[in-house]
């Protein structure tokens, strides 16, 4: 793996999106209050977390790649993935919305379609490409079933 393919992964997007956030907070004012942000901004940041961890823990008992751009090993259905096929990402959104809240940067929130669009060009439909190819019919019945978001 590359340089560029090291630094090409969710994380650091959300990096870059929530230094965004911070900096028009920063630079141009707060929309709202730093401190009347952080009750509904911490409880969307805690929904997050808790959300990539339970999303992430199923990567781990089915024992496949959690690694962007990798093929996975299993298709998993089970947990958050019965309702989104990308609660990971959702869960970055969430983060992402949470502190854009939190610190104050409200209009800062047009940030978070826009992480959504790039997550989803750059990693979803490369993802779903994949697992199509890989598991066929019983990705067609999850798709189908499950949303892509929520």
């Known amino acids: 793996m590359n340089l560029r393919e090291a630094?090409?992964?969710?994380?650091?997007?959300?990096?870059?999106?929530?230094?965004?956030?911070?900096?028009?907070?920063?630079?141009l004012g707060p929309d709202l209050g730093r401190l009347a942000g952080w009750p509904a901004g911490g409880a969307l940041v805690a929904a997050g977390i808790a959300l990539l961890l339970a999303s992430a823990d199923r990567f781990r008992r089915q024992r496949t790649s959690i690694i962007p751009?990798?093929?996975?090993?299993a298709?998993?259905?089970a947990g958050?993935?019965?309702?989104s096929r990308n609660p990971i990402y959702l869960a970055d959104a969430l983060i992402l919305a949470g502190l854009c809240l939190g610190w104050g940067a409200v209009s800062g929130l047009v940030l978070v379609p826009a992480f959504m669009a790039l997550i989803q060009r750059r990693f979803i439909l490369p993802e779903e490409s994949r697992l199509r190819a890989a598991f066929g019919a019983d990705f067609a019945a999850w798709a189908?079933?499950?949303r892509r978001w929520l």
């Open 7 to 27: 630094i090409d992964i969710p994380p650091v997007w959300l990096a870059v999106f929530a230094a965004l956030a911070y900096g028009q907070a920063a630079f």
């Open 69 to 73: 751009h990798r093929q996975a090993a």
């Open 75 to 77: 298709l998993i259905t």
């Open 80 to 83: 958050p993935y019965r309702f």
């Open 144 to 146: 189908s079933q499950t």
